[in-house]
């Protein structure tokens, strides 16, 4: 695959955040806690799927015969995004990828889980919808100085068809408090022929993707004091998911990160007895 985009590998947490703060603002965002990972949709990672289209509506016509037994309120039977993003919301593989609209939130999903080189991959937003209007005019419209949003019924004819080779974002009419805390979009395929890369570097102005696609590394020596950060910013899974499993993964996390970050403090106090950080004593 050729390497069409720009990659930045930022030395400290400040070149970070001012890589990231740098961005014009209609990027959008996604954390990854490999560095090397390429961007792949959860349908791709399905063997079962084997890139054929009429197991992805087989699966979504089992997900909405199912989903009455545990759900009281529902999408409308036609509205397919909306039913993508409730099975994106519940683990089921779908065409779509989990954005941002926040540089923060998405480093924190970066670091979170990392155990090597993180990254955070920036997209302009903008430049993926003037992508699919070149391919498909009918799909977006243009008013004044904004693209609106993509409509639910062109978003059902591109899934329907499966035949237009790029991505876009798209924003779901039905959502909920972990969509709305995590200022969350979603980046779907064209077509399930084609990897998420493939269609993404099938842009119709190649000469500008190193400009609109942007791959910034955060080597792991960066999380903790990253992730202090981010959580003083208030950036953490109690926010991010607003429940009280969130809240207990947030608790567990921020003791992890006092007491390590007490223990480096101790680490430079030459004297044995070190003053507590933030209350905390071991």
């Known amino acids: 695959m050729s390497r069409a985009f720009t990659e930045i590998r930022v030395a400290s947490w400040p070149e970070a955040l001012s890589c990231l703060t740098e961005l014009d603002p209609f990027h959008i965002f996604r954390g990854q806690s490999e560095a090397e990972w390429t961007l792949k949709t959860s349908i791709e990672r399905c063997h079962f799927f084997g890139k054929n289209y009429r197991v992805e509506k087989d699966f979504l016509k089992d997900f909405q015969r199912g989903a009455c037994t ?3 309120s529902l999408p409308a039977p036609d509205d397919t995004l909306s039913w993508l993003s409730l099975m994106q ?28 080189d993180a ?3 920036a997209i302009h937003s903008q430049h993926l919808k ?30 329907d068809d ?32 084609a990897s998420f890369m493939d269609q993404l570097l099938s842009y119709s102005w190649p000469e500008y993707l190193a400009e609109h696609i942007v791959k910034i590394i955060l080597p ?3 999380r903790e004091e990253g992730l202090y950060d ?16 969130g809240f207990s993964m947030h608790l567990k996390n921020t003791y992890e990160l006092r007491y390590r970050h007490a223990r480096a403090v101790r680490s430079h106090v030459p004297t044995e007895t070190a003053p507590a950080v933030d209350g905390i004593k071991s």
């Open 130 to 159: 003037e992508d699919l209007a070149q391919k498909s005019p009918q799909s977006f419209q243009y008013r004044g100085d904004e693209w609106y949003d993509l409509s639910d019924e062109a978003f059902k004819k591109i899934f």
């Open 70 to 72: 545990y759900l009281a």
């Open 89 to 116: 919301h519940h683990g089921a593989p779908t065409r779509l990828l989990d954005f941002t609209h926040s540089p923060y939130v998405a480093a924190y999903f970066a670091l979170e889980n990392a155990v090597t």
């Open 220 to 222: 792991i020596a960066l």
């Open 119 to 121: 990254a955070v991959w």
């Open 230 to 245: 981010l959580s003083r910013m208030n950036i953490n899974r109690a926010v991010l998911f607003p429940d009280l499993d």
């Open 162 to 193: 499966n035949e237009l080779s790029c991505v876009f974002p798209v924003r779901p009419s039905v959502t909920n408090k972990r969509y709305m805390a995590q200022q969350a979009l979603f980046v779907s395929l064209g077509n399930t022929n």
